[in-house]
């Protein structure tokens, strides 16, 4: 991407001119960025859930089969585990679990180290309609941030990796 390319004005650099119109005073370096990301948020989430439901999936059901997927054999978590891993509440799981148990993806077994809780494990044809989703939805994100060379990708990951460090701490 060249850089003039990088300096065409965007929708949040209307944001921002009337911000420094109303408040000269701010400094709006942040709120740009975070503007930014915001919307590269709600522009990419459609274009991923769209495939997802190719496959049948909610973008949180393949969440919960990718996580699954890539433990390892033998592909197998307890919900609590899943939980943990997807931040999510015990409850949500539930209802991700009872979807995916129902469309024969996944298989709730009694855990036999502790009987008062359960495992869930991957089924045969869980395992493949994860891979085949993983596959479209790679090849989806690489299209959908082809805008981006390799060099100006690995940059944005690398800046992307310090904030989510920070903000995570």
Do not use: C
Not at 94 to 100: A, F, I, N, P, V
Not at 128 to 157: C, F, I, K, P, Y
């Amino acid at each position: 991407m060249s850089d003039t390319k990088a300096q065409q004005p965007d929708a949040v650099d209307a944001v921002i001119e009337a911000w420094q119109r109303e408040r000269p005073d701010l400094d709006l370096d942040a709120i740009a960025v975070a503007g930014r990301l915001g919307r590269v948020g709600l522009l990419l989430a459609p274009a991923q859930e769209k495939v997802f439901t190719t496959f049948g999936l909610q973008r949180g059901e393949f969440d919960v089969l990718a996580t699954l997927r890539r433990s390892g054999d033998p592909y197998t978590l307890t919900p609590s585990q899943l939980s943990a891993t997807l931040m999510l509440t015990r409850a949500g799981m539930t209802s991700r679990l009872d979807r995916l148990e129902a469309a024969g993806l996944v298989q709730r077994t009694l855990d036999p180290a502790d009987r008062r809780s359960f495992r869930v494990r991957l089924t045969d044809k869980g395992f493949a309609t994860v891979d085949e989703a993983m596959t479209a939805h790679t090849a989806n994100v690489t299209r959908l941030l082809s805008a981006l060379d390799g060099t100006q990708l690995g940059a944005l990951d690398d800046l992307l990796r310090i904030l989510l460090r920070a903000l995570d701490g």
